[in-house]
């Protein structure tokens, strides 16, 4: 933590790694995260997305986590898994890396904003269909927050950074707080399928009252957090209304896991009001109306000239 | 595993240097670490020099926060420590077994069965924290911040598989010359704790040195009465001194 992260990998640089000699080109950079950089590189002609670590034990346990999650894979399933390796910076020091799919997508709030937010329930339904796959293997996918998960077209979700991943019954490892079931004096910090459901429903909020969150978070005083806070602003917002019953059971930690949470989401997809049709704007029914009115001047005006 | 954490605004000015007593912790087998806690300016330049000094002696982390990170910033700490614990007595095991020197020299593969075991550890060992809080005036506005932090810390910890325990101390004491005052003893939950500083005078010096001293002592004389092993600190007992 005194350390901050320099390293800094430009691109159309070439890098090695150092045990298994794999070679990779340098794109871009696509992000940073708690504990590493994420970078876009290409290797005979594919594009991947490499983590470079600052710390070898830090970046190996999540490698640790990936590989045990490749293993309760079913085959024929793409591997998320590509190469783990060293590499020597431009500072000449080590850095460890790992070599993940690269998945082209978005951030879900940019996603929504740019394609509507009538694609926000089946974007939930994936993301809760992710989570029910690390729940039914045993892991509880920790650090949940609008920046991990990546959408992609038609709505396809991938989750990214397994920093915070960890298995049922321990510690979470890596959190964000305002997504955190601990800061909201909403339960413990162990890793349940309910505590993923919990940060699931303030992504939710944070998708669409970002502002109001915001607020709460700056407002309210550590003890006076609470689900009930949260569960005022469901309330008082007409797009998170329709699935405030299902928000209060995730917050309350009422699902068994993903799968039993998915279920219920479902079953909310089908009714009407979830997928509010856009009511008609305001000023839409203004120009109605005020049309109206001139087609009835003009008739008493026609009608009187006429006789 | 015996961790002391300071948090603290400022430099301290009166007895031994919190350096050499944050040395004396670290022969003793316990880190320290150290946040500085900003409000509006800085801790100046050499309050930002000493509490870097100290976490270096004390063979923990130091870090610069303002209030509001102060939780995140604590837990994250304390959790990085443990780790860094597990990680030093496994590496002074590895250099005997293959007389390498880091796990980072090792291929990842092999890496990887050292690294599992490392998280095992850090999650089941036991572990006591002891926070020591600078109470001095320019802290009075900070503490109820403080407060947060440990209350966060313990959630944090509650959630290990390990015994977690932390006690709490500030200073300086009172006037007869106190150098820190034991707010809370070991315990393993805050049920029902709300104010864990009672009304507190403020006094004018930072014995930052004798305070830590003070609680190395703590932990030495707690260590007496607990000579018969816990058995969730088996396994640590073999690599740790």
């Known amino acids: 933590m005194?350390?901050?992260?320099k390293v800094d990998l430009r691109r159309g640089m070439m890098v090695t790694g150092k045990w298994k000699q794999g070679r990779y080109r340098v794109e871009r950079l696509l992000g940073e995260g708690a504990n590493g950089k994420v970078y876009l590189v290409q290797r005979d002609r594919s594009w991947y997305a490499m983590k470079l670590g600052i710390d070898a034990l830090d970046l190996q346990s999540e490698v640790n986590v990936l590989q045990s999650i490749a293993k309760q894979k079913q085959h024929g399933q793409e591997s998320y898994l590509f190469d783990v390796d060293d590499l020597y910076g431009p500072d000449g020091r080590e850095y460890p890396f790992y070599v993940m799919r690269y998945v082209l997508g978005s951030k879900t709030d940019d996603f929504l904003k740019r394609q509507g937010a009538e694609w926000f329930p089946l974007v939930g339904l994936n993301l809760l269909g992710k989570l029910a796959k690390l729940h039914q293997a045993g892991w509880v996918f920790g650090d949940l927050k609008v920046e991990n998960v990546l959408v992609a077209d038609y709505g396809h979700v991938e989750l990214v950074d397994y920093g915070g991943v960890t298995a049922v019954g321990k510690s979470i490892r890596q959190f964000t707080e305002i997504y955190d079931r601990g800061y909201w004096n909403g339960g413990s910090r162990s890793a349940d399928p309910q505590y993923d459901l919990f940060s699931f429903a303030v992504l939710c909020i944070q998708l669409h009252e970002p502002k109001r969150l915001q607020h709460l978070t700056v407002e309210l005083l550590p003890q006076n957090r609470s689900v009930g806070e949260l569960m005022q602003i469901v309330e008082n917002s007409p797009a998170l209304k329709p699935v405030a019953g299902w928000l209060q059971r995730a917050f309350a930690?009422?699902?068994?896991?993903?799968?039993?949470?998915?279920?219920?989401?479902?079953?909310?997809?089908?009714?009407?009001?979830?997928?509010?049709s856009s009511s008609t704007p305001f000023w839409l029914k203004g120009l109605a109306a005020a049309s109206a009115v001139l087609l009835g001047i003009s008739v008493y005006w026609l009608l009187r000239n006429l006789m | 595993m015996k961790q002391i954490l300071l948090i603290t605004d400022g430099c301290s000015n009166v007895g031994l240097s919190p350096v050499v007593a944050a040395a004396h912790a670290q022969s003793e087998g316990i880190s320290v670490n150290v946040v500085g806690v900003l409000d509006h300016g800085d801790v100046g330049e050499l309050g930002a020099a000493e509490i870097d000094e100290i976490a270096r002696a004390g063979g923990g982390l130091s870090r610069?926060?303002?209030?509001?990170?102060l939780s995140q910033t604590v837990q994250m700490m304390t959790r990085k420590t443990v780790v860094q614990t597990i990680q030093l007595a496994v590496q002074k095991e590895l250099k005997q077994v293959l007389g390498n020197a880091s796990i980072e020299a090792l291929p990842p593969e092999k890496r990887s069965d050292v690294v599992r075991v490392i998280d095992e550890l850090g999650e089941t060992s036991r572990l006591q924290v002891a926070l020591l809080i600078d109470a001095s005036a320019s802290m009075k506005p900070k503490l109820a911040a403080v407060e947060d932090a440990i209350h966060d810390l313990m959630l944090s910890l509650q959630a290990r598989q390990g015994k977690s325990e932390i006690s709490v101390f500030h200073f300086p004491g009172s006037r007869h010359g106190d150098d820190c005052i034991l707010d809370l003893d070991w315990t393993s939950h805050l049920n029902g704790v709300h104010a864990i500083f009672p009304k507190l005078q403020m006094g004018g010096t930072t014995p930052t040195g004798p305070a830590i001293m003070h609680i190395v002592d703590f932990y030495r004389k707690g260590d007496y009465g607990r000579q018969s092993r816990d058995e969730t600190d088996g396994m640590m007992s073999d690599y740790v001194v």
Do not use: I
């Not at chain 1, 005194?2 to 992260?5: G, K, L, M, N, V």
């Not at chain 1, 930690?253 to 997809?269: E, H, K, P, Y």
């Not at chain 2, 610069?64 to 990170?69: A, L, P």
């Open chain 2, 64 to 69: 610069m926060v303002n209030m509001r990170q």
């Open chain 1, 2 to 5: 005194t350390t901050s992260f």
């Open chain 1, 253 to 276: 930690g009422q699902f068994a896991d993903a799968g039993d949470a998915s279920a219920a989401w479902r079953s909310l997809m089908h009714r009407r009001d979830t997928h509010r």
